[in-house]
């Protein structure tokens, strides 16, 4: 049988040790039972199951019978499975609650290439299809749902989706399902996920959807800028999210906001709401660094998005949505963007008109209210915005304050394109279109911007600095 670490007797052992040097060298507040906060009181590494980081045997009954094993432990204190260094091919696996998934700094995971290894999922209820193919689709990388408290993190080691394999099937239209994403969360709560390094994913990266109280942070994600929806973190459905210290280079939107698919969505109904997004890096010339939408049709309300840069992206935060789609996308609030070279600096789209299938319903038209943006300096831009609501349902309570736009040198003759829009704005180079009036000429009116904190911006990560020395492979 695998050995199983019992990581609670290392701590207490080693911290009678550590309390005659020094407690400094201890991550987190040391518990009343002696477990620092964060650590789980069982462990063990991939290599007790059979795990073998050569980058060529496949992995994936290793992760799978590890986290069958430690899944045993969730209600004694939770467990954690360390893999060590080594490049470690994997197909897809579940995860278990009360669990981390820890990645030694020289730990490369290696997604397999052999599509026997990603099990066949459903379309998810609130799209109603796949997304690449009417079919189902294939399980993420990491995968997990009906869970609570898990964790997937490291000392900044490595997934690598090795996505050209999917990349070329989707380009000559040969999938059969849906690509896999590099991990999705589902049904879930208490989700972290930080300290690693993304490479090419076959799709998007992370989606936690129709879950609550997730972490996203400091995550590097890399994917070519021409890769297909390599979409860098796509909270959907979700419910108090906190996406802070994030580098995206990616093939689609750096961050997609989503809640469901026009009468799926619908049906489903469940909206992405109270989200914090901080400290973003963002390069993707062919989409934005923040879209919500354009599958919102559960809703999007209360994101607060502040401290973003974007270098050789297309556009900065945009709204993409269209008929059919329903709901709602409201009381959004951005301050603090930091734009270089772009396409357009503002981007609303209400003639977005994917749908997954006939039945979508013309009369759901979406409701695009309490758009406010602060603070925003651009520069080598294209066309200062591009607004455009829909015929009878205009995009209302549009707020723009204190933008300084610079144009490149082959920019478009008219800077502002606006239609079926209401709003307001207040110091912008260039001046605004006249659907956005300056109420007060020669004096900056600061768009509203909430004061309270989201709950989730003071959950702390749950980080534990002891652990056994992983094995060199």
């Known amino acids: 049988m695998a050995r199983v670490h019992n990581v609670r007797g290392l701590v207490l052992a080693l911290a009678a040790i550590l309390s005659l040097i020094s407690l400094s060298l201890v991550q987190g507040r040391v518990l009343e039972d002696g477990l620092p906060s964060g650590c789980r009181a069982h462990g063990a590494f991939l290599t007790d199951f059979g795990g073998v980081g050569d980058g060529k045997t496949s992995n994936t009954k290793a992760f799978r019978s590890a986290i069958a094993e430690l899944s045993k432990y969730a209600s004694q204190g939770g467990a954690e499975l360390i893999v060590p260094p080594g490049r470690w091919l994997t197909g897809s696996f579940n995860l278990t609650s009360h669990f981390t998934l820890y990645l030694h700094k020289d730990a490369v995971l290696l997604a397999s290439q052999d599509e026997s290894e990603w099990p066949v999922l459903p379309p998810l209820p609130s799209y109603g299809k796949g997304r690449d193919v009417t079919n189902g689709r294939y399980s993420s990388l990491i995968f997990g749902t009906n869970l609570?408290?898990?964790?997937?993190?490291?000392?900044?080691?490595?997934?690598?989706?090795?996505?050209?394999?999917?990349?070329?099937?989707?380009?000559?239209?040969?999938?059969?399902?849906?690509?896999?994403?590099?991990?999705?969360?589902?049904?879930?709560?208490?989700?972290?996920?930080?300290?690693?390094?993304?490479?090419?994913?076959?799709?998007?990266?992370?989606?936690?959807?129709?879950?609550?109280?997730?972490?996203?942070?400091?995550?590097?994600?890399?994917?070519?800028?021409?890769?297909?929806?390599?979409?860098?973190?796509?909270?959907?459905s979700c419910t108090n999210v906190r996406i802070i210290d994030n580098f995206i280079v990616s093939g689609d939107d750096c961050i997609a906001v989503k809640s469901g698919w026009d009468q799926y969505g619908i049906k489903v109904g469940i909206p992405t709401k109270h989200v914090t997004i901080k400290r973003l890096t963002c390069i993707s010339p062919y989409?934005?660094?923040?879209?919500?939408?354009?599958?919102?049709?559960?809703?999007?309300?209360?994101?607060?998005?502040?401290?973003?840069?974007?270098?050789?992206?297309?556009?900065?935060?945009?709204?993409?949505?269209?008929?059919?789609?329903?709901?709602?996308?409201?009381?959004?609030?951005?301050?603090?963007?930091?734009?270089?070279?772009?396409?357009?600096?503002?981007?609303?789209?209400?003639?977005?008109?994917?749908?997954?299938?006939?039945?979508?319903?013309?009369?759901?038209?979406?409701i695009i209210s309490g758009i406010n943006y602060q603070n925003v300096k651009a520069e080598n831009v294209s066309m200062a915005g591009d607004l455009v609501g829909l015929d009878n349902d205009?995009?209302?309570?549009?707020?723009?304050?204190?933008?300084?736009?610079?144009?490149?040198?082959?920019?478009?003759?008219?800077?502002?394109?606006?239609?079926?829009?209401?709003?307001?704005?207040?110091?912008?180079?260039?001046?605004?279109?006249d659907k956005l009036p300056d109420k007060q000429p020669g004096k900056i009116v600061p768009c509203p911007y909430p004061s309270d904190k989201l709950s989730i911006e003071d959950v702390p990560l749950k980080i534990c600095s002891i652990r056994p020395e992983p094995p060199m492979y």
């Open 394 to 433: 205009k995009f209302t309570g549009i707020c723009l304050s204190n933008v300084t736009i610079e144009l490149a040198e082959k920019h478009k003759k008219v800077q502002w394109n606006c239609s079926n829009i209401e709003g307001i704005s207040s110091g912008i180079k260039p001046q605004a279109c």
């Open 287 to 366: 989409s934005a660094t923040i879209a919500l939408g354009s599958e919102m049709s559960g809703g999007i309300e209360d994101l607060r998005a502040e401290d973003i840069t974007a270098i050789n992206t297309e556009s900065g935060v945009r709204i993409k949505t269209a008929i059919g789609r329903g709901a709602y996308v409201k009381n959004i609030f951005v301050k603090g963007m930091s734009l270089k070279t772009m396409k357009y600096v503002f981007w609303m789209s209400g003639n977005y008109g994917s749908h997954p299938d006939q039945g979508w319903d013309p009369k759901a038209l979406p």
């Open 148 to 236: 609570t408290d898990v964790v997937i993190t490291g000392g900044n080691g490595t997934i690598d989706g090795q996505g050209q394999y999917w990349w070329d099937k989707f380009k000559a239209k040969q999938l059969v399902l849906t690509r896999p994403y590099l991990i999705e969360i589902m049904y879930s709560d208490q989700v972290q996920i930080f300290n690693l390094t993304l490479l090419n994913s076959p799709s998007w990266n992370v989606h936690p959807i129709y879950s609550s109280n997730v972490i996203v942070e400091n995550l590097t994600i890399l994917a070519p800028i021409k890769s297909p929806n390599t979409d860098g973190i796509n909270p959907d």
